[in-house]
Each structure stands twice: as C-alpha cells, then as structure tokens.
C-alpha cells in the first residue's frame, strides 16, 4: 500500500509538472497571439493609410504638369491689352482653377505674409520696412491636398537689404 501510495504522489507530481508546463506554454501563446494580432491590425492601419495617400497624389504628375498652362494663363492676363480678351482669358482661368481645386490644389497666398520656408522659395531680397515679408511673387506657389507641391518664388524684404 505505501507503494502505490508513492506512485500516486509521484504521479500527482508528474501531473502537476506537466500542467504547470502546459499553462506556460498557454501563456506563451496568449502572447505571442496578442502580439500577432496588434502587428496585424498596425498594419491593416498602415495599408489604409498608404492607400488613401495613393489616392491623395495619384494625380499629382499631371498636376503639375498642367501648372505650366496655369503660369502661361498668369501671363498672358498680365500682357492682354483689349479688355473683351481679358475677360474671356480670366474666365478660362478661373475656370481652369476651379478644375484644379475640385481635385484638391490651392494656391499658395504669398504677397504680404511673412516668409515661411516651407511655402516659399527666395528669389531675391530688397530693402524694406518690415524683416522677411513677401513683397512680390514671382510664380505662384501650389498645394495639393495640404502638402506642397510647388513653392511659391518671391521676393522678400530685408531690413537693410538692397535697394530696387
């Protein structure tokens, strides 16, 4: 009887050691599933976000290729003389515009406002009463979808800067 008392207790441990082996290895799993799970769902995340930026800019070539017809409407509405001719250019123009803004492009407003290196590219600096203003654009700058696609060029002025 002791015997089999032994055996019991020596089973019982067994059991026991295998138990206290498999919880481990449950709690092993656990983690690692929890791990698996949130690189999973940071990646769905990050898919989403790497689509909806395609989408974001999958025009963005042909948008700025079509900013040199915006330059050359600028242009042009700078030299027409006849007035009947102006306004029919501007209306293409502001008709052009509101296309590019459908598609999410605005214009940077740069004349007045202070330098922002991030908005802006300086062409030149002159004298002036204020530090780093715009004081005149000389081509226009585009955002698309709150990124920049072109900086603005400007002139900006310079307390004791060079004279015009």
Known sequence: MNKKVEEKSTQEQELKKRLEEQEKQLVEYLDTLRRLQA???NYMKR??????EFVNFSNHKLITKLLTVADSFQKAIEVIKDEETL???KMIEDQFHKTLKEEG???IQSHGQKFDPYKHEVIDMINGEEEDVVVHEIQRGYILK???LRPS???ISKVGGKNE
């Open 87 to 89: 306004k029919g250019v």
């Open 153 to 155: 060029k400007v002139r």
């Open 146 to 148: 709150n990124k920049v």
């Open 47 to 52: 898919t989403e976000k790497e689509k909806q």
């Open 105 to 107: 492009l605005e214009i």
């Open 39 to 41: 690189e999973f769902e």
